[in-house]
């Protein structure tokens, strides 16, 4: 397995691959562990995830640098993107006794509750694109309710899985109560099938989840899945058309546009679409990919070069289909894998730019002649993670936001992530959630406890 420099093509490390018997030591280690874990009081967990949100803090550039080294991200993205796994650490520190508190409940019981207990060991099959936050958004929850956890990482990011791993002993967690598997993604199937790990979480392609979730239902397994998406913002024509183009835009932008919840498609009603359009590709045409690590660079590389020849792919496809391509669009010379801003006008269902999930940064505006069309294009795919809507009138965005089949619906602002909120998608995106109290109660054994009279 390797790590290698998406802008300057030169491999950063050879990582060998753990052999199936390190992979089965490292999962009965685990499960080891869990055993004095989930006695663990929750003050202890918390003063143990407290730490490893210092630790993540004072080491936040470090980190930012190997994600700019490994993956391409943009050094102040990396660095938001480490302040927002330490805070994530603290919310479940501050917030996971209350929400596995003891449920009592009325019934004809002398007492009756509902308890919330720990799993055991669960594999997290994670992405290269937020190579530390979806992780610990996965971590950070499960650990508080006293399970363990096994990483297998994207193999371009092994770096960063290592890190993680001395993140959390750095912190003071038993060593085994997180490790990284350095395996490829064919050994996943094997690992899923081992009789210690209880449950999976994945976050990646569409394809992927469909294999995971296969294979861990063949076990009875639980599965959490936040894979593909295709993100409508829907622009209405009593929207405020200069924050509409910004957030849009800086929502494509996002991460290189290597993000599920980036917007992907902007369906906007025929009276503003003209503007839109004009403003969109004068924001776009700005924008510099470049060094991740050099200050003035608004977007770095795609991961891969791979990646980025895929993305191109689609964009020229979908110009063959009919799509007006009026920014981008073309390979720069050189061997870095960025790929430039590019707007892709007139989109309609069934070319590449519709359907699919382009993961770069690649804008499809499309045109509706009103706000029920454009709701009807918005759920007109195959994905539901999230979605926008640009309104002057609350209450009509509220109603749309009910109508649009997404985990998410955000009104005026980008789709995020957010510890507080809970986060997944419907349809092709997955199912379950993650973050907030609906997050940490995926990998617990919700159980129900009755105490009959006593004599």
């Known amino acids: 397995m390797q790590s290698v420099n998406p802008y300057t093509g030169e491999t950063i490390r050879t990582y060998p691959s753990e052999s199936d018997e390190q992979v089965d030591q490292r999962i009965r280690a685990a499960d080891r562990a869990f055993r004095d874990w ?14 490893a949100a210092a630790v993540l803090r004072d080491r936040k550039r470090e980190l930012a640098d190997l994600m ?6 943009v050094l102040r993205d990396g660095v938001s993107e480490i302040e927002k796994c330490a805070s994530c650490c603290d919310f479940y520190a501050n917030n996971a006794p209350a929400f596995l508190a003891n449920q009592h409940v009325d019934s004809d019981a002398a007492n009756s509750y509902v308890a919330f207990d720990p799993l055991g060991v669960i594999l997290a099959v994670m992405p290269w694109n937020f190579p530390f936050w979806q992780v610990f958004r996965f971590a950070a929850p499960s650990l508080m309710a006293g399970n363990v956890a096994v990483l297998k990482h994207a193999s371009n990011v092994s770096g960063c899985a290592l890190a993680i791993q001395e993140i959390f002993q750095q912190a003071g967690f038993a060593q085994s109560v997180f490790g990284t598997l350095l395996v490829e993604s064919a050994r996943v199937e094997k690992i899923i099938h081992h009789p210690l790990v209880r449950a999976v979480t994945l976050t990646g392609s569409t394809p992927a989840g469909r294999s995971v979730a296969g294979i861990a239902g063949s076990e009875l397994k639980k599965t959490v899945l936040e894979l593909g998406g295709s993100d409508a913002y829907v622009v209405l024509e009593d929207a405020d058309l200069g924050l509409a183009v910004r957030t849009c835009a800086q929502s494509r932008l ?6 599920c ?26 924008i510099c990919c470049g060094d991740p690590k050099d200050g003035e660079t608004d977007i770095g590389p795609l991961a891969r070069h791979d990646l980025r020849d895929g993305v191109h792919g689609q964009v020229q496809k979908s110009v063959q289909q009919g799509a007006r391509l009026l920014a ?5 010379a050189g061997r870095s894998a960025c790929y430039p801003a590019t707007v892709l006008a007139d989109v309609k269902p069934g070319m590449a730019a519709f359907d699919e999930e382009i993961f770069g940064p690649v804008a499809a505006i499309i045109e509706a002649p009103g706000e029920q069309q454009a709701v009807a294009l918005a759920n007109q795919s195959q994905y539901g993670l999230g ?32 510890a507080r909120l809970p986060f997944g998608g419907v349809k092709h995106s997955g199912y379950g959630r993650e973050l907030s109290s609906f997050g940490i109660r995926e990998f617990v054994n919700i159980k129900t406890v009755w105490h009959g009279a006593v004599s």
């Not at 989930?38 to 730490?51: C, D, I």
């Not at 919840?261 to 700005?286: C, D, M, P, T």
């Not at 981008?328 to 720069?332: L, V």
């Open 68 to 73: 700019a080294d490994e993956m391409g991200k």
């Open 38 to 51: 989930r006695q663990t009081p929750f003050a202890e967990r918390a003063r143990l995830m407290h730490s």
């Open 254 to 259: 996002i991460n290189a546009g290597q993000s």
């Open 328 to 332: 981008g669009g073309q390979i720069p």
């Open 387 to 418: 979605a926008a809507v640009f309104t002057g009138d609350a209450a009509r965005a509220d109603r749309i936001a009910r109508d649009i089949e997404a985990g998410s619906v955000f009104v005026n602002a980008f789709v995020k992530s957010d």
């Open 261 to 286: 919840i980036a917007a992907k498609r902007f369906i906007v009603v025929s009276a503003l679409y003209g503007q839109f359009v004009q403003r969109y590709v004068e924001e776009f045409n700005a």
